[in-house]
């Protein structure tokens, strides 16, 4: 089963906020929220092979994000921020593969007519 790491210092809040939403999107994959500590790198250290990685925003979260990077096998793993603006547009546009039209909807055109 696919793995789905959400990593968050509020792990409780963050759970009752994007978990549902998170299921909803990836229904058979296994999304695990967690701190980041020793326990999660010795898991990833030992072969967990997460398809996506979540993180909450944050400055610390960038050195997480790079020391994340070190692992090989997580080289290629999408790692994104949380409420970060530059994510939720990239997540518009891969839920749906429509994201630039709602876009285009949404932004006022000098062609349209009132």
Excluded at 13 to 26: F, N, R, T
Excluded at 76 to 96: F, H, S, Y
């Amino acid at each position: 089963m696919a793995t789905i790491l959400v990593i968050s210092d509020y792990v409780q809040a963050l759970k009752a906020e994007v978990g549902q939403p998170l299921k909803q999107l990836y229904p058979h994959a296994d999304i695990r929220f967690c701190l980041f500590d020793d326990v999660l790198l010795n898991e990833l250290a030992n072969g967990l092979q997460p398809i996506l990685i979540l993180m909450d925003m944050g400055a610390d979260n960038l050195m997480i994000m790079n020391e994340l990077r070190s692992f090989a096998c997580l080289a290629r793993t999408p790692m994104l921020m949380l409420r970060a603006g530059a994510t939720k547009r990239k997540v518009e546009v891969e839920n749906d593969g429509l994201g630039w039209l709602y876009q285009s909807l949404n932004t006022p055109s000098k062609y349209q007519l009132n």
